[in-house]
């Protein structure tokens, strides 16, 4: 009983990301709520750390208020503790590491509109991250991208080079998603004052070239 639930609590979570990565925040809370409390009983590390994170993204991104926060950060504590104690062994496949909970911890960040605190964990994910891993090292450039945008003194210089080198590895891995999200940091720079900016220029003639099925 107890391998059935854990199998239905990593089932759950894999769904939760699925519907992240599909813009559908809502079904991914729901999924992943129903795979706590089968986490909440299991010994496995990987497991439990790999569902709380993943509980904590999906309130971060639907619930934005103080009590939210409150909550996805208790979550993310346990899931860090979790990723310290984590073995070698992965029974499910879940691919739960240091580099994936900071990744994770640095979205929800994000979300709840905290773009400085976001960068400090997305900047160590990325390093920790395996290389092989080219589509989410692609999502984390793109998120330090946006955060860098969402500061409260954008940093303009630094968010536009990240755009660009995550297009061309999100083009490479045919990544529409991802494009799509760069599309939407590109409209956020024409709204900008460094909307003149000669690598804006490349970069929407990127995405429209794209968009035509040209690149």
Known sequence: METQGKGLAASLSCSSQLHVSQNNPL???SDVLAALDYAKKSTDP??????????A???AL???????????QQLFDQAG???RERTGNDEFALR??????????GSALLAL??????????DTAESLLDASQKRRLAYVTILRAEAYLRLRRPEYDSAIPLLLGAFETSRAVQSGFHIGRIHRLHNVLLASNYKNSPQVADLGLLLRNWRAGKV
């Open 81 to 83: 503790r979790c990723a």
């Open 46 to 55: 990987s497991l439990r750390g790999a569902v709380f994170s993943e509980a």
């Open 96 to 105: 739960f590491t240091t580099g994936r909970y900071l990744f994770t911890r």
């Open 113 to 122: 509109k905290r773009p400085s605190a976001a960068l400090e964990y997305l």
């Open 57 to 59: 993204l999906a309130r």
């Open 27 to 29: 079904l991914a809370r």
């Open 62 to 72: 639907v619930e934005t208020d103080l009590a939210a926060a409150t909550r996805a």
